[in-house]
Nanobody, 119 residues
Framework: VQLQASGGGLVQPGGSLRLSCVASGSIIYIGTMGWYRQAAGKQRELVARISAGGRINYADSVKGRFTISRDNAKNTVYLQMTSLKPEDTAVYYC??????????????WGQGTLVTVSS
């Protein structure tokens, strides 16, 4: 199983970006999908996650600005980021709980995509 994240880049404060993450491989079922981020010198933190049934959690710091969604038919999770702030600068990683067999389930991580918010 591989997770391929894309959509990062340089954006000015107040701008928007949309991240995408596609899961591929021998996938039977995908459970919760999420986005995490890690800023320089800091620990990785949860940004948002969405369950297979659509239940969503956001970090307090992004509520009202970021929107997570998923397309189960495409094995893809999205993160729409608006009103970006310099403190949102980080490497963003996607994560998914994937079942590859009846008794085989693991968490997988994407390679990370850099988001830089700067004027």
């Amino acid at each position: 199983v591989q997770l391929q994240a894309s959509g990062g880049g340089l954006v000015q404060p107040g701008g928007s970006l949309r991240l995408s993450c596609v899961a591929s491989g021998s996938i039977i079922y995908i459970g919760t999908m999420g986005w995490y981020r890690q800023a320089a010198g800091k620990q990785r933190e949860l940004v948002a996650r969405i369950s297979a049934g659509g239940r969503i959690n956001y970090a307090d710091s992004v509520k009202g600005r970021f929107t997570i969604s998923r397309d189960n038919a495409k094995n893809t999770v999205y993160l729409q980021m608006t009103s970006l702030k310099p403190e949102d600068t980080a490497v963003y990683y996607c994560n998914a709980g994937v079942a590859t067999g009846l008794y085989d389930r693991s968490d997988y991580w994407g390679q990370g995509t850099l988001v830089t918010v700067s004027s």
